[in-house]
Nanobody, 125 residues
Framework: HVQLVESGGGSVQPGGSMRLSCTAS???????MGWFRQPAGKEREEVAV????????WYADSVKGRFTISQIRSKSTSYLQMDSLKSEDTAVYFC????????????????????WGQGTQVTVS
């Protein structure tokens, strides 16, 4: 049974930085890991995904150039480095995993991921 645990959320001023971490337990290293977010009153949206099976990374246009995702496969750990944060980045951020890792074409969809963390609040104000 795979469990994902996020850490690193909190409050930061606009223009600041924050790093989120996610560690998967009960999993093999063959996972794609990504991050989604859900602003209050809105639907969950994709942020960034590491398609480790293909060695590629996907970013939402809204975070390109500001956010960096990385994954340490041997440790089943994902990081989301967020720089130049804006108020519109305020949301609950969720770590997600797809196992086994198979690449999905186009924009990642939450339904492509079978495992989810509990979410961590990020507030930019």
């Amino acid at each position: 049974h795979v469990q994902l645990v996020e850490s690193g959320g909190g409050s930061v001023q606009p223009g600041g930085s924050m790093r989120l971490s996610c560690t998967a337990s009960g999993a093999s290293g063959n996972m794609c890991m990504g991050w989604f977010r859900q602003p209050a009153g809105k639907e969950r949206e994709e942020v960034a995904v590491v398609w480790s099976a293909a060695g590629s990374v996907w970013y939402a246009d809204s975070v390109k150039g500001r956010f960096t995702i990385s994954q340490i496969r041997s440790k089943s750990t994902s990081y989301l480095q967020m720089d130049s944060l804006k108020s519109e980045d305020t949301a609950v951020y969720f770590c997600a995993a797809r196992a086994p890792c198979t690449v999905v074409a186009g924009t990642p969809d939450p339904e492509d991921f079978g495992y989810w963390g509990q979410g961590t609040q990020v507030t930019v104000s």
